[in-house]
C-alpha cells in the first residue's frame, strides 16, 4: 500500500514534542536557517539525540579560493579567513554516534601523540630509524582528527540559510522538503 501525499498534513519534522523550524531537506542536504535548533534526533541514524544538543559554528568559502594555496599558502589563509561565512547551528547525536565519534577522535590524538613520543625516544635512545614513523605519524594523526571532527560539512552559507552535507538518509527523510 503507497501512501499518497497529503498536502494538508503537517510537516514530519513538526510532529515532534517542541517542534524546531527552520530546517528543511533537499536531495542529500540539510538546509538550515543560522542559529536554528535541529530536531532532538541524531543527524546520523534519526535515533533520539543525546541530550544536551551542542551548538557548532560552521565556517565556509567558496572553493575558488583554494587555488590561493598553489600562490602562497599564507595569502591563502588570510584570505580565507576574510571572506569565510560562518553559521551556528545546534546539532544532535545519538549516544553511539556521540561515542564512535569520541573514540574516532581520541584514536587520531593518540597516534598523533604516538608520533611525539616515537621522536622524543629517538633523541634520547639514539633510536634513529624512529624519526622517519614519528614524523610521519604526527601529519597524519593531526589530518584525521581534522576530518573526523567533522559531523557535518558545510557546502554554502549565505545570510538566509546554511548547506550541509553529511546527515543520515532516514534524517533528511524525516524533515521537510526544501522550496526553494
Known amino acids: 500500500m ?4 497529503n498536502p494538508f498534513a503537517p510537516p514530519k519534522a513538526s510532529l515532534e514534542p517542541g517542534s524546531h ?3 528543511w531537506a533537499e536531495d542529500k542536504l540539510l538546509i538550515a536557517r543560522p542559529d536554528t535548533i535541529l530536531p532532538p534526533r541524531c543527524v546520523k541514524c534519526n535515533q533520539p539525540a543525546e541530550l544536551p544538543m551542542k551548538k557548532r559554528n560552521f565556517r565556509w568559502h567558496h572553493p575558488a579560493y583554494y587555488l590561493l594555496v598553489l600562490v602562497n599558502i599564507l595569502i591563502y589563509v588570510i584570505v580565507a579567513m576574510v571572506v569565510q561565512k560562518q ?3 545546534t546539532v544532535g547525536l545519538c549516544r553511539f554516534h556521540r561515542r564512535r565519534r569520541f573514540q574516532t577522535l581520541l584514536a587520531c590524538w593518540l597516534v ?3 608520533g611525539i613520543v616515537l621522536i622524543i625516544a ?3 635512545y639514539h633510536f ?5 614513523p614519528g614524523v610521519i605519524l604526527i601529519p597524519v594523526g593531526l589530518i584525521f582528527a581534522i576530518l573526523f571532527s567533522r559531523l557535518l560539512t558545510p557546502v554554502g552559507i549565505d545570510k538566509s540559510q546554511v548547506r550541509l552535507k ?3 538518509k532516514a534524517f533528511l527523510e524525516s524533515l521537510p522538503t526544501f522550496q526553494s
Open 2 to 5: 503507497t501512501e499518497s501525499h
Open 21 to 23: 523550524q527552520g530546517c
Open 87 to 89: 553559521a551556528k547551528v
Open 112 to 114: 598523533f601523540l604516538f
Open 122 to 124: 629517538s633523541a634520547i
Open 128 to 132: 634513529d630509524f624512529l624519526i622517519i
Open 166 to 168: 553529511g546527515c543520515g
